[in-house]
């Protein structure tokens, strides 16, 4: 019995037996199309479908968005969402496609909507129906969220939006965008406003989506332009100036930090696939012939796969504790050092497959030669994504400084 099976209330342990028992009666098996290593690179329609039809069954089944009221198309359920996930991971049973709705959209909309919107909206995001990407990123804006430039003008009871973002994740999937707009050019935070934004039924008629091509050579970023694009004023959340308010609300879900805890699957387990961890390097190292050895009898890469190991058993200590209430002295430290430690330390580890692999790591996914089919190589320069994604890790530190140790804020 796990840790998190001992803490279980009633209601709880009766809902994971519930779990259990649908899991292993509808758990999808080999994906029957190559699916990406996160559900952030997924490129075509067939993956999309195939991940659809997963997310759109489990929610049917109750195990997505458990915590939420029923009225808005949730469970109903007090903590057991995390009942789910850990039940779904245990299984490996494949990702949710629309992870930004789930993980951003979602507590954000029901937090700052109105409730027609929240009943209108939540149950198909839910399901997976209604994908949805974040418009935050802007060129030229950098890591200050506060400096869009994005506009909207106020036109009787609707707005018009100009403007550019970018590096939008799933947008070419996407009916819908949460966005932050800058409806003041006076003030730098005052005039930020939050809306939802329908923008495939938009597509051609004021909004503009463009693939932008990563070094991974998979597509999953794009670029929205919008122009002149008409948006009625009830789909703004939260009153007039609140934007930067709602967006942190964004935020503090995004990295794992939010009161709602979000639905999560197993993750990408298919024989085409890998997980990164230690454990997997040092699999790999054991089949890598590095001279008349193996590249596992090396003592400088044994060495360095075992401080990995210490690191990601270290970490999995840290997410424990996470778990345990006397044990967390700031609602914000513990999930902000999770997100910062779990992104650099995936990172270190793909760069140390490829120093077992040696030259064979320049060898990638068409080449029939490359090792471990090229997932390293693909694993490494995707682990960049999530340094950046949700706050760079030099941000997280900021505000881990400033926040959490009340260290003077950066100029």
């Known amino acids: 019995m796990s840790d998190s099976e001992r803490k279980d209330t009633a209601e709880q342990a009766e809902f994971r037996r519930y779990c259990k028992a649908w899991i292993a009666d509808n758990h999808p098996g080999e994906p029957t199309v190559r ?18 039809s997963w997310q759109k069954s489990a929610y049917d089944a109750g ?22 996930n850990e039940e779904l991971v245990a299984a490996r049973t494949p990702y949710y496609p629309n992870v930004i709705g789930l993980g951003m959209a979602a507590p954000t909309v029901f937090h700052h909507g109105k409730e027609a919107l929240k009943q209108q909206l939540l149950p198909r995001l ?71 934004v329908p923008i495939a039924s938009a597509l ?22 919008f122009e002149n694009l008409e948006v009625d004023d009830s789909f703004r959340l939260d009153e007039l100036g ?90 914000m430290r513990l999930p902000l050092q999770n997100k910062l430690l779990a992104s650099e330390i995936a990172q ?6 490829l120093e077992v692999e040696g030259p064979a790591a320049s060898l990638y996914l068409a080449d029939e030669n490359a ?8 694993a490494y320069m995707n682990s960049y994504g999530m340094t950046i994604a949700a706050g760079t890790s030099e941000i997280q530190r900021n505000i881990l400084g400033e926040r959490v140790l009340g260290l003077a804020k950066s100029k």
């Open 348 to 353: 270190d580890t793909a760069a140390l497959a």
């Open 371 to 378: 090792p471990a089919r090229g997932q390293w190589p693909l």
């Open 242 to 331: 609140k934007g930067w308010q709602v967006a942190m609300t964004t935020l503090l879900h995004e990295r794992g930090a939010g009161e709602l805890v979000t639905p999560r699957a197993g993750g990408l387990k298919s024989e085409s696939s890998l997980s990164i961890s230690s454990r997997n390097v040092m699999d790999l190292a054991t089949k890598t012939p590095r001279g008349a050895q193996q590249a596992s009898d090396d003592p400088l890469l044994r060495d360095r796969m075992v401080r990995q190991l210490i690191r990601e058993e270290a970490l999995k200590e840290h997410q424990r504790r996470s778990r345990v209430p006397a044990l967390i002295d700031h609602p």
């Open 35 to 52: 699916l990406p290593l996160s559900p952030l690179e997924i490129m075509t329609p067939e993956q999309m479908a195939y991940l659809q």
């Open 63 to 84: 195990l997505v968005g458990c915590d939420y009221p029923k009225e808005v198309g949730g469970g109903g359920r007090k903590d057991c969402q995390r009942v789910a």
């Open 126 to 196: 839910f399901s997976g129906e209604d994908i949805w990407c974040q418009g935050f990123s802007e060129p030229g804006a950098g890591s200050d969220l506060a400096n869009v430039q994005t506009f909207a003008e106020p036109k009787g009871d609707k707005w018009i939006i100009n403007g550019h973002k970018v590096w939008t994740s799933l947008a070419h999937f996407a009916e819908w965008m949460i966005i932050l707009l800058r409806t003041d050019k006076g003030h730098k935070y005052e005039g930020l406003s939050y809306f939802v």
């Open 204 to 225: 051609g008629k004021g909004v503009t989506v463009k693939p932008l091509i990563k070094m991974t050579g998979e597509t999953g970023f794009n670029e929205v332009l």
